[in-house]
Structures are given as C-alpha cells and as structure tokens.
C-alpha cells in the first residue's frame, strides 16, 4: 500500500485511488488471529504521512494527527474478518455481473462492486479512514483533529478485542470528544447498542444404559424445559433516548451425550441474549437468572445456581459478557454529523441491535454511532459485497464533515 501517493496534488475526493486502495486491503488476508499482514501493511503504509503520530499495539494501529484543534475525533476500524466461505480473494464484478445481489444492483446499477470477505465488515470502511488519513493531511483542512484506530479481533471473544488491549495498555492512544465506529450501516447512523452475554444453561441426569434407560435419568430431556422457556420468550422493544432497541434470547448451541447406547448425564443450552442498553450487565443478568446468581456469576467463574429469573433453578455458567450503549446523540460534534447524514439521506438514527464497540467508548464517557459503507445485513455472507459508488459516497460523507471548511466533490 506504500506505493499509493493518495496526499500528493490531492485537493479532493479521488475515486480511483480510494478504489485501488480498497482492493489492496481487501487482498490481504486477514482472518481472526491472523491479522498481522494487514497491520503490518497499515504501519507502513501509514508511517508514511509526516503529519500522523502513529502507534502500534499488538496487531492495532493508531494514528493521529496533532493541529491543536479544540475538539478531537476517532474514525475506529477493525482490520479482521470472520473465515473465508469461498469468497477469498476478492473480485470487482462489473455492472451486469450475475454475481452481484439484486438489491445491490437496484440500488446501484451503474457501479462496480467489490465482492469478497470483509467488502462490508468492515474494509470498506477501513479504506475509507485510511484515504482520509492521508488526505486531510493539515490543519487548515480539519475541524478538528483525528485519530485513526485499526485493531485487531473483533469478531470473536472480548478478551482477544484488540480496541480493548489498547484501552487498558495505553488508553492516553484514543481519548477523544466522539467516535465513530466504521461498522457496515449503509451510509446511516445507529446509535448505541444492545448489550450482549452468552452463556450455557446446564441440566443434569444419571447415565445408564439406554436398554435400561429407567435406571438413568436424561439431562437432554431436561434441556426441553430450557427449550420451551426460550421458544416462549417474547422479545421486548425498549425506547432509549428515543431509539428503539428490539432484544432477543436466543438458543445457539446444545451438546449433550456421551454415547449412542447411554442415557445422558450433562446437557448444555449455549444461549445468547440481547439486552437494550436501558440495563447494565448486572440487571440483564438478574432478569434470567436472579440477583444472587447475576453477582456470583461470572466469566471464568463456573457454574453457579439461578436462585431467580427466567432460568430459576438451573445452573448458569457464563461465557461472555459486554454492556451496550446509549445512543450518546447529545453532543454538538454528533449532531453535526446527524444533520449532515439527515440532508444527504433524509433518514434519521436508528438503534444499533447488534453489540459495537461503541460501548467501550460509552463506558469511557466518549460518546459514539456506528456510521460505515456496507449494508450490515450481508456481512458474514458468502456473497459479501458493496458497491464501490456507495463506499465513495461513503467517502464523501465523512471527508464533508471532517473539513474545516466543506467541499463539494
């Protein structure tokens, strides 16, 4: 990626090389624990511009610019990708491409579109941040200074999430006044977040031989009760701040069984819930499983008994845990950018349902939106895919906002 000059005689948006750049990150092979060449590839590529100040933690890059401006933002990335379903490396289908959605297409019809892991979560939006990084390049184009967050394992457990290595190794690296979270959006804002934990709800039996099977007792019939629980739960709509988050609780996972000829003794439910960010771990915690349990509890813990809630009665052995985000609209900074997106889509924010990394910035008092190219609905997919025009327009957007003084493209 070095040998993209994008700052050089650069007054405005130029689409070829946001492009070139986009399929360059796209190309780097960057699969949960395996982000290192991307990093690596941003270090440099990054460390080429004199006026960013750049750090590397692990497999996160940041980078930022230091102009003395009153105010300072965040443009947040993560560099790595679910795995591959046939769908690495990547193409760029020309217009007329069977391969290319309809609903891309219709919304589309003239633009080349970038096929492939990540197109949506989130290397559009990573190419995007990395261009503005070397294109706003001076104080007299900025409102404000920016800092540039590429980082490492988001798409699996908490405790691997690159963005929160960073937060307790060197939080000094992302302090700001707003962040935005480059998330696949569609060119609009989600405030906040739903919260997230998963955990396992176990029931127990004696094993026996399935020929004697009264001499046993079954822990995968058990799980029915588990089962019924979750199928009659209705899912709530909480308004917050004026968003509506829709919860969900939700069976992902059962294992159970030792053999084919012998009555189960142990059988776990992998549940995962979706709390509105109106609660806090511990109050989401307690609706399922009671208040002594939702303390005792913990990641790591091991099994403790639900003395309440939903789940009274069975043991819960939690598996992970992160609060959400209110939408944190308030700020003057925020709402600048909700009355640009406003004018350019005449859509209003909308509530994040799935947990960002919002929340950890929320938790720090910094208020944040996911805003990113991409429609979020076709990221994971094995026809993940965005149209380059929508991460130009995307581009646009961030490059308008960001100036000091607004530009046409």
Partial sequence: MTALDITENVTQLDPTRLHALFERIMRIYSVS???????????????????????????????????????????????????????????????????????????????PVMWGRGATDMKASDAVFAYLAGVLD??????????????DHEEVQAEKNGLGHVLAAHPEWVQGDFAIIGEPTSGLIEGGCNGTMRFDVL?????????????????????????TLLSEYEPATISVDGLDYREGLNATMIEGGEGTNIIPQHCRVHVNYRFAPDKTIQQAKALLMGEGCATASGVG??????????????????????????????????QSLVSLVRDATGEQPRAKFGWTDVARFSSLGIPAVNLGAGDALL??????????????????????????????N
């Fill in 138 to 151: 001076s104080a007299d184009k900025l409102r404000c200074d920016v800092t540039y967050v590429f980082y």
């Fill in 203 to 227: 029931t127990h039996g004696v094993a026996a031989h399935s020929a004697r099977a009264w001499m046993g007792d079954n822990a995968i019939h058990h799980a029915a009760r588990v089962l």
């Fill in 301 to 334: 813990v091991g099994p403790v008994r639900a003395d309440g809630g939903l789940f009274e009665g069975f043991d819960i052995d939690m598996k992970d845990e992160s609060a959400g985000a209110r939408p944190g609209l308030q700020h003057p900074l925020v």
């Fill in 33 to 111: 624990d395996e982000e290192s060449a991307l990093a690596d590839a941003l270090e440099e590529y990054l460390r080429g511009y004199v006026h960013l100040e750049v750090h590397r933690h692990e497999d996160t890059v940041v980078a930022s610019t230091h102009f003395g401006k009153a105010e300072r933002v965040l443009l947040v990335g993560h560099i790595d990708v679910v795995p591959v379903i046939d769908n690495f490396p990547p193409q760029i289908l020309q217009p007329g491409d069977a391969r290319i959605r309809e609903d891309v297409a219709r919304d589309y019809p003239q633009s």
């Fill in 379 to 408: 990221a994971h997919k094995s026809d993940e895919q965005v149209a380059l025009d929508a991460v130009t327009e995307y581009a646009q957007l961030l490059e308008t906002w960001l100036r000091a003084t607004p530009v046409v």
